[in-house]
Antibody, heavy 116, light 108 residues
Framework: QVQLVQSGSELKKPGASVKVSCKAS????????MNWVRQAPGQGLEFMGWINTDTGNPTYAQGFTGRFVFSLDTSVTTAYLQISSLKAEDAAVYYC?????????WGQGTLVTVSS | QSALTQPRSVSGSPGQSVTISCTGT?????????VSWYQQHPGKAPKLMIFDVNKRPSGVPARFSGSKSGNTASLTISGLQAEDEADYYCCSYAGSRVFGGGTKLTVL
């Protein structure tokens, strides 16, 4: 069965970096783009962008350029989200998701806490 | 792209029907038939309930239906059940994806 399994919760200090992983299984990894979605505490879903898993080309939504980097390691069918220079407002649950019409699968979410 | 507009909350009694609206623009909801609806229970990942405006994934009850008119999409839940109480988000694809702000459904 299709699964997206994300790395565990992270506690980081302001200014630090964090790298969230998303391990895909149960389907051909390069057939579907990997998307990233942010959900701040008590807030709605926010689309961050996606990465073409065949070419590795990332596309970032407005507001997610500069400090946010999507990457892949196709040898282990894993997508990554790296956030640098963390700010308090980056505290959120981050989801990876396939978002492909009926091929719609989500990771369990990774909580990133930013606190000094 | 700006977030799609949804009512912050709706409510209904068990057995009743409720409709949640999702208003976009002629650049997203109005031009593409790529509107999805997600259900999210507290602490859980979103679950796809409707895709391509009015298609239901396997396993989603027929009580959930979707439609679109102009720049507004709608999700209707008929025969409300207690377990339908959740947050609901619309999502439109227009080159990039954009989510609505979310609607909290309360089953009275």
């Amino acid at each position: 069965q299709v699964q997206l399994v994300q790395s565990g919760s992270e506690l980081k200090k302001p200014g630090a970096s964090v790298k969230v992983s998303c391990k895909a299984s149960g389907y051909t990894f390069t057939s579907y783009a990997m998307n990233w979605v942010r959900q701040a505490p008590g807030q709605g879903l926010e689309f961050m962008g996606w990465i073409n898993t065949d070419t590795g080309n990332p596309t970032y939504a407005q507001g997610f350029t500069g400090r946010f980097v999507f990457s892949l390691d196709t040898s282990v069918t894993t997508a990554y989200l790296q956030i640098s220079s963390l700010k308090a407002e980056d505290a959120a649950v981050y989801y990876c998701a396939s978002l492909g019409a009926s091929f719609d699968y989500w990771g369990q979410g990774t909580l990133v806490t930013v606190s000094s | 792209q700006s977030a799609l507009t949804q009512p912050r909350s709706v409510s209904g009694s068990p057995g009743q029907s409720v409709t949640i609206s999702c208003t976009g623009t002629s650049s997203d909801v109005g031009v593409y038939n790529y509107v999805s609806w997600y259900q999210q229970h507290p602490g859980k990942a979103p679950k796809l309930m409707i895709f391509d405006v009015n298609k239901r994934p396997s396993g989603v009850p027929a009580r959930f239906s979707g439609s679109k008119s102009g720049n507004t999409a709608s999700l209707t839940i008929s025969g409300l059940q207690a377990e339908d109480e959740a947050d609901y988000y619309c999502c439109s694809y227009a080159g990039s994806r954009v989510f609505g702000g979310g609607t909290k459904l309360t089953v009275l």
